[in-house]
């Protein structure tokens, strides 16, 4: 116990960039808030599951990650508002939209704002900061980058956008493959390149490998940023499933090994450490064999305290693998 405490006494001054994306990584995310101050995290949140929708830029992954620290997300779908209504959207329907994106009113609210201050000329940075700033957030949420990147998923029907294959097609088609639009025009934010230019540790929260990390991973100057400074994975695969979300359908239809070592292969090259959840304790060796530091403990992060728990075996986590690296 006094080990622990010893450990995160010295987490708190260290700085953390946490990479984002989705409900199990909005859950970490609010987990290590609960830890450490605002001037030693920052979460970097993937924005390649953005779309334009009735008018409004919906930025699905930076409202979960914001609506999970400000502590008013919706408890059971993890993504929306808590004491949500639908009186708009009932209203779209009558009046004929096709209303298969959930947009409650609260939510609907804060999207007229993001419209308003983008038409204003802001960036999806300072937008988000100002939002994260009327919901109380006082972490640095950061969108990846500025520029719109457009995560397309390519089925045996062709491409379709992130929301209309997750949402609208409840990810029934198989993925065979996934392109970024905007990729070759757009840049990780400044604010994000200087945050991991700081940090002294970075946490691939757990989300989707593919469709929440792989596009912040794919912007220029992240990778090489990363190799720099320890970093650790979370598994989102739990024996042999995903909590929440497509990631094992996705894993099995691209031909990877749906196990949480299929996860620590796919990131290899990028993480020095990877944590594991207890029901799969006997994956440790196949991931030390990867050449990755395994950690297991119990990653299923049922409530708030739970959240809290495991953000601290992570960053005591991450100190071991800071002083493996000889870093101070
Ligand atoms: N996910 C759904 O499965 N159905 C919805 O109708 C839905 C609406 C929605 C509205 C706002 C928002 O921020 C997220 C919403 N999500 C919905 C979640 C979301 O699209 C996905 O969770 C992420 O893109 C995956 O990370």
């Known amino acids: 116990m006094e080990v622990i405490s010893k450990q995160l006494s010295v987490s708190s001054e260290i700085k953390v ?43 699905p992954d930076v409202d979960t990650v914001l609506y999970n620290l400000a502590e008013v997300n919706n408890p059971a779908f993890g993504w929306g508002r808590a004491d949500e209504t639908f009186h708009v959207l009932e209203e779209t329907k009558r009046l004929g939209h096709d209303a298969w994106f959930m947009l409650g009113d609260k939510d609907i609210a804060l999207h007229l704002l993001r419209r308003q201050m983008l038409d204003a000329g802001m960036t999806l940075t300072g937008v988000t900061l100002e939002l994260a700033r009327r919901l109380g957030v006082t972490h640095p949420v950061l969108p990846m980058s ?30 065979l493959g996934m392109r970024l639009a905007g990729l070759e025009e757009a840049r990780a934010s400044d604010a994000a390149l200087a945050a991991l230019d700081e940090a002294d540790a970075v946490v691939f929260c757990p989300s989707n490998p593919f469709v929440s990390i792989g596009p912040i991973l794919a912007l220029p100057g992240v990778r090489e940023r990363i190799a720099q400074t320890p970093t650790l994975a979370v598994s989102p695969i739990i024996g042999g499933r995903a909590l929440k979300g497509p990631a094992a359908k996705m894993m099995a239809e691209q031909g990877l090994e749906v196990s949480a070592a299929g996860v620590a292969r796919h990131y290899a090259c990028l993480v020095d450490g990877f944590v594991l959840d207890e029901a799969d304790a006997g994956l440790a060796d196949a991931v030390r064999a990867l050449g990755l530091t395994p950690f297991v403990t119990d990653s299923v992060m049922r409530d708030k305290a739970g959240r809290r728990r495991l953000a601290e075996k992570v960053l005591a986590f991450a100190l071991s693998l800071r002083e493996e690296r000889g870093g101070e």
């Open 17 to 59: 960039v946490a990479l984002a994306g989705g409900v199990g990584g909005a859950k970490l995310a609010h987990g290590l808030a609960q830890l450490l101050p605002p001037e030693r995290l920052t979460i970097i949140v993937n924005t390649g599951d953005d779309f334009e929708h009735l008018g409004l830029t919906i930025c």
């Open 146 to 175: 500025d520029q719109p990147v457009r995560t397309m998923i390519l089925t045996p029907e062709g491409e379709l956008p992130f929301q209309e294959y997750f949402v609208h097609r409840r990810t029934e088609p198989a993925m």
